[in-house]
């Protein structure tokens, strides 16, 4: 975790992108109202992703998250 913003209400986390991430598109990482990539780091220059933008290797990625919506995050991050 990056950041929690309010009573613990939301938390911004930062991972590299996994290999199984890589090729795929910010929509396939999103859960409308729990799991949101807010930014992409990417070879020194920061960006908004899209739903379109597509992952690579080394990319920096930056996720709003719920709480309660962690372990599913993990489970589509591979780490569970």
Known sequence: TVLTVGNNNLEVVRIETPA???GKTVNELTAIGEIHVVAISRQN???LPTLGTV???QDIIYIAVLPNSINRLKSLLGLI
Do not use: A, E, G
């Open 20 to 22: 199984l991430l890589v």
């Open 45 to 47: 220059q920061t960006l």
């Open 55 to 57: 992952f690579q290797n």
